[in-house]
């Protein structure tokens, strides 16, 4: 292939990314925690003026390091604050993956390896939701995907040291974005493949000490900046917390994310739809008989039953949290996919049935969606949580022409299962496009409407305080909301936080308070400050309760 040729390739790539991850990001509010806890931290970054700490609500926040705020602080400088800047680096970094998975997949297996992959990663559920959202591991991934990548090229290229290097300055950067748990993962990923390999075949400890070299140059740099700005004494409580936060999640069930053992297998057979039903594909029979693409394939294996193992394994159950498996899910998938597109194999009939099976189910609900919102009152008797059933109560319109959407993807997914019985590829490629198009619809139609019945209510009423002088606070539940939406600025009260730098709830609700005061709660805990003489009712909806303090 000639340069040209591959030039285009990548433009195409670049072109098609950004049609698919950029449009449509400010549509809807950022979700309460993750995507406004890190948007908020950018805010505030920009807002002090101190760009080297991380803050929420104008105090420390120990539990993320700093990478990914800063690129969000930058799209904000940019855009203006707002939920278009906060999402965007992560659709940057859409762009920026698609182009990886081609630039290695071209490199280890082939070119038409590499386009199937691009296009399966593309057409993924999950992989491609989280291009749009804002939360810190699209990021955090693909940095230590590289990691993972640059230490395969140890052993296969002329440049060991080079790579080991860069290797270790990704790694690096992951640390910098999400934090030590990037370490973990390298380190029982390579104790795994020594065991499997029965040695380090390739790899001298010099190769393993540039990779701690560059990991540990990219933390010291920051490291160095705070200490010198802050002072040791900042930096040593920093690492208490975030120490003592990491193991917390390890241990605990943190704010009740909690889940069985087998959740994150459930979520990527589920969400990672339809590459995940591709790895019922594998056979014993070798891929190929290039040594370089086997190892490859081999650390592929090893990252996947590494994460999803240690995260079945950690008490608190995330979604995100088993996300690093879509890169060696789309991989191990996508050699299935080249394998078949070029008749080295025939498609399993258990692969077929799972694709029809799995994806008539997420079908199905698709269109129940519209029938459950315009028979809301049928379903309300058979929930018992009050909050949810309040939640239902939002104006969300709905129409039965809706499951059409559903009704068409189901359609689409048995043309192209049917399609692939002859012709592998062109029903393959329809599947992909099926994908690409529901999902689509899914980002731009029915997350504003899901939106509006878990969190719409208290945001509007958070946005109608943007710009007056005045406290606003939420009461019975964690969220960070309030703090975004309003516009939140430093109190200059020193009453306002108490001895350990948390809002000092007690003085708002009872205190000499200096300006007027806004709680919210939720429906569930509104008649226990409802009984508060001195709070005042002044509205409620969709399970918000919003009060106002008596003077």
């Given at each position: 292939?000639?340069?040209?040729?591959?030039?285009?390739r990548?433009?195409i790539?670049?072109?098609?990314?950004?049609?698919l991850?950029?449009p449509?990001l400010?549509?809807?509010h950022?979700f309460?925690?993750?995507e406004?806890?890190f948007?908020?931290?950018a805010r505030?970054m920009?807002?002090?003026?101190?760009?080297?700490?991380?803050?929420?609500d104008?105090?420390?926040?120990w539990e993320?390091?700093p990478?990914?705020?800063?690129?969000q602080?930058?799209?904000m400088?940019?855009?203006?604050?707002?939920?278009?800047a906060?999402r965007?680096?992560?659709?940057?970094?859409?762009?920026?993956?698609?182009?990886t998975l081609?630039h290695?997949?071209?490199?280890?297996?082939?070119?038409k390896?590499?386009t199937?992959?691009?296009?399966?990663y593309?057409a993924?559920?999950?992989p491609?939701?989280y291009?749009?959202?804002?939360?810190?591991?699209?990021?955090f991934?693909?940095?230590i995907?590289?990691?993972f990548?640059?230490l395969y090229l140890?052993?296969?290229?002329?440049?060991?040291s080079r790579?080991?290097?860069?290797g270790g300055?990704c790694?690096?950067l992951?640390?910098?974005?999400?934090?030590p748990?990037?370490i973990?993962v390298?380190?029982?990923?390579?104790?795994?493949?020594v065991?499997?390999?029965?040695g380090l075949?390739?790899y001298?400890?010099?190769?393993?000490a540039?990779i701690?070299a560059g990991a540990?140059?990219v933390?010291?740099v920051?490291?160095?900046?705070?200490?010198?700005v802050h002072g040791?004494?900042y930096?040593r409580w920093?690492?208490?917390e975030f120490?003592a936060?990491?193991?917390?999640l390890?241990?605990?069930?943190?704010?009740?994310?909690g889940g069985p053992?087998?959740?994150?297998f459930i979520?990527l057979l589920?969400g990672?739809?339809?590459a995940s039903?591709?790895?019922f594909q594998y056979?014993?029979?070798?891929?190929?008989?290039?040594e370089p693409a086997r190892?490859f394939?081999?650390?592929m294996?090893?990252l996947?039953?590494?994460?999803?193992?240690l995260?079945?394994?950690?008490?608190?159950k995330?979604?995100?949290?088993?996300?690093?498996?879509y890169?060696p899910?789309t991989?191990?998938?996508a050699?299935q996919?080249?394998?078949?597109?070029?008749?080295q194999?025939?498609?399993?009939p258990?692969?077929?049935t799972?694709l029809l099976v799995?994806?008539?189910l997420l079908?199905?609900?698709?269109?129940?969606?519209p029938?459950?919102g315009?028979?809301?009152?049928?379903?309300?008797p058979?929930i018992k949580d009050?909050?949810?059933?309040?939640n239902?109560?939002a104006?969300?319109t709905?129409?039965l022409?809706?499951?059409?959407?559903?009704l068409?993807?189901?359609a689409?997914?048995?043309?192209?299962?049917?399609?692939m019985r002859?012709h592998f590829?062109?029903?393959?490629?329809v599947?992909?496009a099926?994908q690409?198009?529901?999902?689509q619809?899914?980002?731009?139609?029915f997350?504003?409407k899901?939106?509006a019945?878990?969190?719409r209510a208290?945001i509007r009423f958070f946005?109608?305080?943007?710009?007056?002088?005045?406290y606003v606070h939420?009461l019975?539940?964690?969220?960070?909301?309030?703090?975004?939406?309003?516009?939140?600025?430093?109190p200059?009260n020193?009453?306002?936080y108490?001895?350990?730098g948390?809002v000092n709830?007690?003085w708002l609700l009872?205190?000499?308070v200096?300006?007027p005061v806004?709680?919210?709660?939720?429906?569930?805990?509104?008649?226990r400050?409802a009984?508060m003489?001195?709070?005042?009712?002044?509205?409620?909806k969709?399970?918000?309760?919003?009060f106002?303090?008596r003077?």
């Amino acid at each position: 292939m000639t340069m040209t040729h591959t030039l285009i390739r990548y433009l195409i790539i670049v072109i098609a990314g950004t049609l698919l991850f950029v449009p449509f990001l400010g549509q809807v509010h950022l979700f309460d925690w993750d995507e406004i806890n890190f948007a908020e931290c950018a805010r505030e970054m920009i807002l002090s003026g101190d760009y080297l700490r991380t803050q929420i609500d104008f105090q420390p926040f120990w539990e993320k390091p700093p990478l990914f705020i800063w690129m969000q602080a930058l799209s904000m400088r940019l855009f203006g604050v707002g939920e278009f800047a906060a999402r965007f680096p992560n659709a940057v970094m859409g762009i920026v993956t698609l182009c990886t998975l081609y630039h290695i997949g071209r490199r280890v297996v082939h070119e038409k390896m590499a386009t199937w992959w691009v296009a399966l990663y593309a057409a993924t559920w999950l992989p491609h939701f989280y291009f749009k959202s804002g939360i810190i591991d699209p990021t955090f991934n693909l940095f230590i995907f590289i990691a993972f990548y640059q230490l395969y090229l140890v052993r296969f290229s002329e440049k060991k040291s080079r790579h080991a290097l860069l290797g270790g300055l990704c790694l690096g950067l992951a640390v910098m974005t999400k934090g030590p748990v990037a370490i973990l993962v390298a380190l029982l990923a390579g104790i795994v493949y020594v065991l499997i390999n029965r040695g380090l075949w390739g790899y001298r400890l010099r190769h393993l000490a540039w990779i701690a070299a560059g990991a540990l140059l990219v933390g010291m740099v920051w490291f160095t900046a705070v200490t010198a700005v802050h002072g040791w004494a900042y930096c040593r409580w920093f690492f208490g917390e975030f120490t003592a936060y990491q193991v917390r999640l390890f241990r605990t069930e943190d704010s009740g994310h909690g889940g069985p053992l087998l959740y994150h297998f459930i979520v990527l057979l589920i969400g990672c739809f339809p590459a995940s039903l591709f790895l019922f594909q594998y056979s014993r029979r070798r891929m190929t008989d290039n040594e370089p693409a086997r190892d490859f394939t081999r650390w592929m294996w090893v990252l996947f039953w590494v994460v999803l193992l240690l995260f079945s394994v950690v008490k608190t159950k995330i979604v995100h949290y088993s996300s690093l498996c879509y890169f060696p899910l789309t991989y191990l998938a996508a050699l299935q996919l080249y394998r078949l597109s070029e008749g080295q194999a025939r498609l399993k009939p258990l692969v077929r049935t799972l694709l029809l099976v799995t994806g008539s189910l997420l079908a199905v609900a698709i269109m129940l969606l519209p029938v459950a919102g315009i028979f809301k009152q049928t379903l309300i008797p058979y929930i018992k949580d009050p909050f949810a059933v309040a939640n239902l109560q939002a104006g969300v319109t709905w129409r039965l022409a809706e499951c059409l959407w559903g009704l068409a993807y189901l359609a689409g997914i048995w043309t192209a299962v049917l399609l692939m019985r002859r012709h592998f590829r062109r029903g393959m490629l329809v599947l992909c496009a099926v994908q690409l198009i529901i999902i689509q619809v899914a980002i731009v139609h029915f997350t504003p409407k899901i939106e509006a019945y878990s969190q719409r209510a208290a945001i509007r009423f958070f946005k109608s305080c943007r710009g007056r002088d005045v406290y606003v606070h939420v009461l019975g539940y964690k969220s960070y909301a309030q703090l975004f939406y309003t516009g939140k600025t430093r109190p200059a009260n020193p009453q306002y936080y108490d001895s350990n730098g948390r809002v000092n709830e007690a003085w708002l609700l009872t205190g000499d308070v200096d300006k007027p005061v806004f709680f919210v709660c939720k429906i569930t805990a509104a008649d226990r400050y409802a009984a508060m003489p001195q709070l005042e009712e002044i509205g409620r909806k969709n399970g918000f309760v919003f009060f106002r303090r008596r003077r």
